[in-house]
């Protein structure tokens, strides 16, 4: 009697440590974003390398500072130039504060990028996630935006040049329209143009419309869709896993989780605030719409996309990316194949495809920019061609029409919409991040290669 009694009494306590423990979770706002218990399995690092967590800091640290700055910071033509001189110089810790907003915000985009990754080659989007990954790839788009809207404020020259660039790029339909003969009635391109910078040319209503949207609208936007994001996840059931571990016994979020989230948290402030010290946020002299820069450049992380306009305007600009973006869109409801749901590559087929998709795709860039180099193109090798041919017949459109027929090979071999998805999508993000690069390192002066 006195055993069972014993026992009796472990089990009641035992019962009431993890009733309290949920009764800590759902009357805790902050701890009730998680649900009550998690799979082991979401908590390997390998799992997802805790890049959504990174992701989130990297905003809150962006907020923090952004809040800090718009304390001080003046959005008019006449005077943001000096007052982020006066934050970087005369405001106690603003050099500080600066940095760590431009590497959060900076961060963020790189971070974005490869958790989107992340979520594509373990097949995330399936069992039921097409939702999560519709707002995902919206909040990829939002934070391009939102880095990209921050970047007139300083209104320097590498700022106020990269932007214009950025306009161009969005005015970039009017080379169809030109060759149509319709731009006079139907100027698309200079629509969007005016709608991104609120005329032709880089002024004041530019620099009111891109701080309007850096510190109410796309911050808001983007905590709406986060919310979504996290919400979904719960009613999906946590992050996605294979099938072998599903049994597995979850464990209290309380505290096991609120730990680990606490460690990444002081690792990526303490990684910010280390490069902050050392990596100084680029302040150049007063932007000068009468002195460009040579070469213009936009935002790093716009570069590929520069370097696919500098082959065709509206291909480069317009063209792919709106077909790049249908394909995000559209990849959960081609690829219904939820065998590998939580598996890297859906296991060692995916593995090879994807290594041979980036193989492709790095020699059909590499091998038209040597082309290129040593060469020249349509225009080179014949004056007088139509511009229709230089807009279809460039390395924007045969790489993406080689991609294409890649995919559909793929299918055709495999029999599988998730190995032909792998292929597009590997090669599609191979050839992006080549392309940028050039960008970044091998365009000069008059955007000419430099070796």
Excluded at 9 to 18: G, I, K, V
Excluded at 64 to 93: C, E, W
Excluded at 184 to 192: P, Y
Aim: glycine share 8%; proline share 4%; hydrophobic share 55%.
């Amino acid at each position: 009697m006195e055993r069972q009694s014993a026992r009796h009494t472990a089990t009641s306590d035992s019962d009431q440590y993890r009733r309290e423990r949920i009764r800590r979770m759902n009357r805790n706002f902050f701890l009730h974003i998680h649900a009550t218990k998690v799979h082991p399995h979401s908590l390997k690092p390998e799992t997802t390398f805790g890049l959504g967590m990174i992701l989130g800091f990297l905003f809150v640290v962006m907020l923090l500072t952004g809040v800090l700055l718009m304390l001080n910071y003046t959005p008019s033509v006449g005077q943001a130039y000096s007052s982020v001189k006066n934050i970087v110089h005369a405001v106690p810790g603003g050099r500080i504060i600066r940095n760590v907003h431009r590497l959060a915000s900076h961060g963020m985009v790189i971070v974005v990028f490869l958790h989107l990754l992340r979520v594509f080659y373990t097949g995330s989007y399936l069992g039921g996630r097409t939702l999560n990954w519709i707002i995902g790839v919206c909040m990829f788009v939002v934070v391009l935006l939102m880095s990209f809207s921050g970047y007139l404020l300083p209104w320097d020259q590498l700022s106020y040049w990269a932007v214009t660039i950025g306009s161009n790029i969005a005015a970039s339909a009017r080379e169809l329209t030109d060759l149509l003969g319709i731009t006079k009635f139907l100027d698309v391109g200079g629509f969007f143009q005016r709608l991104l910078i609120g005329g032709e040319t880089v002024g004041q209503p530019a620099l009111t419309r891109f701080f309007m949207l850096h510190v109410i609208f796309l911050p808001v936007t983007l905590l709406v869709l986060t919310a979504v994001h996290f919400w979904r996840i719960r009613k999906d059931g946590g992050l996605s896993r294979p099938a072998s571990v599903e049994k597995q016994e979850k464990l209290f979020s309380w505290p096991v989780v609120m730990w680990a989230e606490l460690a990444i948290f002081i690792g990526v402030v303490a990684v910010v605030l280390l490069l902050a010290f050392f990596m100084d946020a680029p302040l150049l002299e007063k932007a000068n719409p009468a002195h460009p820069d040579n070469p213009a450049k936009s935002p790093w992380y716009f570069l590929g996309i520069q370097e696919l306009v500098s082959y065709s305007a509206f291909a480069g600009g317009l063209l792919i990316p709106v077909l790049f973006l249908w394909f995000m869109f559209s990849i959960p409801y081609r690829d219904r194949e939820e065998e590998h749901v939580g598996i890297w590559f859906s296991g060692v087929r995916g593995r090879k495809v994807a290594r041979n998709a980036a193989m492709i795709s790095l020699g059909v860039v590499i091998v038209q920019v040597f082309v290129m180099v040593q060469f020249g193109w349509l225009r080179d090798w014949l004056p007088g061609i139509s511009q229709w041919f230089v807009m279809l017949i460039n390395p924007a459109t045969i790489t993406v029409g080689v991609f294409v027929l890649l995919s559909l090979q793929v299918r055709k071999r495999t029999g599988s919409s998730r190995m032909a998805a792998i292929a597009l999508f590997t090669a599609a993000m191979v050839a992006l991040v080549i392309f940028t690069v050039i960008g970044i390192w091998f365009r000069g002066a008059n955007w000419e290669f430099v070796l």
